[in-house]
């Protein structure tokens, strides 16, 4: 018998939105409406299927091992130094080589209740003590509760910003505070999943104009620039912190067809510019519908929209009638937060075949 | 500042072998001979390349959480339970899970000196002490020594056969009497990387025929399948170890084009065997090359051929030489063995310039 840790034992894993698949093979559907995962709805930038296409012949080599061909270009899109870029298997991966990097077993992390789930996960995995504290009262991070929350054992508070599943930010003026009064010793994650999506609000912070070194900011090729399926996140700290994590994580992320098409969709502004269009007038659409409705909902500077409701017996009514029409949102009780739900905006036809089935059950 | 664990600071990371496009640039060579990593000289599958383009269209959507289309496919292949089946970013992601799944701080590990260099780096990552002990004087590895070197601290032996960078195998026999002496609370990976060159030694165990609660069976498709380029490892497993190890490892691994392109790759029976044929006459070539030249080697049970020198110094001169002609190969002194080259098994015409280059040299 081999014995296994109690933290091991103990950990719940992450869940995911259900599949598309499943759920046409559980109803018998031959169309289903995945709303459920902030994937992006158009598919994928053509620039990046066709520099993977032209990958392909690449395939029987190892990528080369600290992935320049995919930071070299990052850093001329983003104008900052290669060294500063860390690039994984998804920004998860990021996560994961950022906490066995750096923390010891007694080192603990903060959060709040009501965001990635991963992160909970990874901590979890790590057998890292990590402490949630509550959003405040319009499900945004509470930045201040926070900073009251550190103590001498806290070594990484993670942040997301626009946060999911709430689709709210904090702002310049509260994360400027707030990185003023963190100590220097502390890693403050910023997970940028959603950062393409905040496109006319002044007050948003970008965490890379912050160049400190305690502060690493994490992004995704995987929400906005439609690639979820092959894996690649990135991220933007400084040289010392990256030099450490590229020698922890596994040596070969992400593989020869994913730095391939995260270069192209990099580069692909008209795919990028025409979704988030496609994004503003399905967040305006689901705005209207739930006003029509009378539905409380969350306003979001990402491509999703939260709605609240009176009880998770609700919650559950509202996520299974979906289902039996075919649409697949996220009931929010893993997140922590099981009076809500998430509905990724869609399609135009995709929000209105929502909207007619959520006006049937309610 | 942010404090770094002391066993990250002096942590030691993996090496690869060089990159063609690296000695192109530094000595302006158009055509260079990559024998360095044991890539399949062939290129990729036509079917895997198909299968690719065709799994396209859904990169916009995550991969289903727990790989359920691979390992189903793996599942009918190899005629063993899904649930038996763990898949992973390449093999040494599965390792990486392995080790922080079920070791605690205080367990221990043992390999040996001359073998897959990713081991010592993942175990040194974790914190975890291991045990290196030397090879036997055929440069395989002793199990003998391994049984004597066992304490209560022991929790991992990592075997891997055929081996890496040697060649060797140990047999039947003699796996059959180690697993019989090793205590059941300790995990057995048995890393067979290299399996589907072994063709015709009935002495050759596989591992997969033990069907014992510890013994955990590491396969690739960075090899024979000559996917190197999109990572992706599987191994086999007792059911309960797989489920802890799918809560720890990274929800998405692998992603939807590398999924597809193994189940491809599994099924194209003819590209395998041609490599296989093709491996076989280049290993007989480079036999007779050594004989000719008198340079001593070890017979290889896989795709590449390890020569034994007097000196390090000779090793680095004819590595330094074969650079200057545009052919990389190993010097093996990051695996341990620093009076030892490594050379893959290449195509025809790249054994010819590999063995004329080195003629010229000695």
Redesign the interface.
């Known amino acids: ?5 109690r933290h ?2 103990d ?7 259900r ?2 698949e499943d759920i046409q093979k559980e109803y018998g559907f031959e169309r289903v409406i ?1 709303l459920a ?1 902030n ?6 930038s053509p620039l ?2 066709q520099a ?2 032209n ?11 600290a992935s320049m061909t995919l930071r070299t270009k990052l850093s001329e899109f983003f104008h900052i130094e290669t060294s500063c870029i860390i690039t994984g ?2 920004s ?2 990021i996560i ?1 080589t950022l906490m ?6 007694d080192d603990e992390a903060i959060t709040v209740t009501g965001t990635f789930v ?1 992160f909970y ?1 990874i901590t979890k ?2 057998g890292i003590k990590l402490h949630l504290l509550p959003l405040d009262e319009n499900y945004g991070f509470d930045l201040g509760a926070i900073l009251d929350a550190i103590t001498p054992k806290t070594k990484v508070i993670y942040l997301v910003n626009p946060n999911s599943p709430t689709g709210t930010i904090f702002t310049k003026k509260q994360f400027e505070e707030f990185i003023n009064l963190v100590p ?2 502390i ?1 403050i994650i910023v997970d940028e999943a959603y950062f393409e999506f905040v496109t006319d609000n002044p007050d948003f912070p970008n965490s890379m104009d912050y160049r400190r ?2 502060i690493v900011t994490l992004r995704t090729f ?1 929400k906005a620039y ?6 690649i996140g990135y991220g933007f700290a400084n040289p ?2 990256v030099g ?1 994590m ?3 994580r ?9 730095q391939a ?1 995260g270069i192209a969709a990099l580069t692909d502004k008209q795919f990028l510019d025409y979704y988030l269009k496609v994004n503003k007038t399905g967040k305006e659409f689901l705005y209207n519908l739930y006003d029509e409705l009378g539905i409380r909902y969350i306003k979001s500077e990402a491509n999703f929209v939260m709605t609240v409701h009176d009880s998770e017996e609700e919650v559950n009514r509202i996520n299974e009638q979906l289902l039996r029409r075919g649409v697949i949102i996220r009931p929010l009780r893993p997140f922590g937060l099981p009076h809500c739900l998430r509905v990724t905006i869609g399609l135009p036809d995709e929000n209105e075949i929502y909207a007619f089935a959520l006006k049937q059950i309610l």
């Open positions: 018998m081999i014995e296994v840790p091991i034992i950990l719940q894993p992450y869940k995911p939105g599949l598309i995945k995962s994937e992006n709805p158009l598919g994928v990046a299927i993977m296409i990958s392909i012949h690449q395939l029987n080599r190892y990528p080369d091992i298997h998804g998860e991966a994961q066995r990097t750096f923390l010891n077993d991963g996960v995995a790590i220097e010793n890693i070194d305690n995987s439609g690639l979820a399926g092959i894996r010392e912190l450490y590229l020698k922890v596994l040596p070969f992320e992400p593989g020869i067809p994913s098409a």
